[in-house]
């Protein structure tokens, strides 16, 4: 599955951005999504996750409240809804994809990659 990745930018600290990732080549309902972040100089973490029909989430404890995951399977496509923007938000978000059963929270479970989208909040 080819993954495509988009709706980052720039936006003040209180702000909201939805992200956006659009699947391709293969059933989507086959495959748990995730999106995970990077911001310089750090390791890349995982921010949420939602099961193949959207039945479950998940969440990293610093965006809940804030970040809502979403998907929509007749688009094929996997939203990240992010409100109330701080600072420490700033980073590469990449949304990835997994068949596997396992772990939603680990990015080892996760096998396809989109090409990240970059969020900058400014302070």
């Known amino acids: 599955v080819q993954l495509q990745a988009s709706g980052g930018g720039l936006v003040q600290a209180g702000g909201s951005l939805k992200l956006s990732c659009a699947a391709s080549?293969?059933?989507?309902?086959?495959?748990?999504m995730g999106w995970f972040r990077q911001a310089p100089g750090k390791e890349r973490e995982f921010v949420a996750g939602?099961?193949?029909?959207?039945?479950?989430?998940y969440y990293q404890d610093s965006v809940k409240g804030r970040f809502a995951i979403s998907r929509d399977n007749a688009k094929n496509t996997v939203y990240l809804q992010m409100n109330s923007l701080k600072p420490e938000d700033t980073a590469v978000y990449y949304c990835?994809?997994?068949?596997?059963?396992?772990?939603?929270?680990?990015?080892?479970?996760?096998?396809?990659w989109g090409q990240g989208t970059l969020v900058t909040v400014s302070s």
């Open positions: 939602i099961s193949r029909y959207g039945a479950s989430t």
């Open positions: 990835a994809a997994r068949t596997s059963y396992g772990d939603p929270y680990s990015s080892s479970e996760y096998d396809y």
């Open positions: 080549g293969r059933t989507f309902s086959d495959y748990a």
